[in-house]
Nanobody, 115 residues
Framework: QVQLVESGGGLVPPGGSLMLSCAAS????????MGWYRQAPGNQRDLVAT???????RYAASVKGRLTISRDSAKNMVYMQMDNLKPEETANYFC?????????WGQGTQVTVSS
């Protein structure tokens, strides 16, 4: 069983920045992929950014150039630096991993972009 715990969400004005963190209960080097999704009320859960086991990033087109995913293998942590945030990016952000064909999710952290 893999546990993921997100942190770092909050209220930020348009154009502001946040860094989200995800702590994993197992080595992230054992994970096939690890990343972030987001879900606004009434919407589906969408991919934001992911990292492969080798460290290759993948981003949703809408966030390229503004969001950066990274990891710290020694700490089993994955991060997402979010810059120039927009109001439409208000959502619950979830950490996700795929390990041995099983999908795991954190409980989510709320990001609200508003003045």
């Amino acid at each position: 069983q893999v546990q993921l715990v997100e942190s770092g969400g909050g209220l930020v004005p348009p154009g502001g920045s946040l860094m989200l963190s995800c702590a994993a209960s197992v080595s992230i080097l054992d994970m096939d992929t690890m990343g972030w999704y987001r879900q606004a009320p009434g919407n589906q859960r969408d991919l934001v950014a992911t990292l492969t086991r080798s460290g290759r990033p993948r981003y949703a087109a809408s966030v390229k150039g503004r969001l950066t995913i990274s990891r710290d293998s020694a700490k089993n942590m994955v991060y997402m630096q979010m810059d120039n945030l927009k109001p439409e990016e208000t959502a619950n952000y979830f950490c996700n991993t795929l390990v041995n064909y099983s999908n795991y999710w954190g409980q989510g952290t709320q990001v609200t972009v508003s003045s």
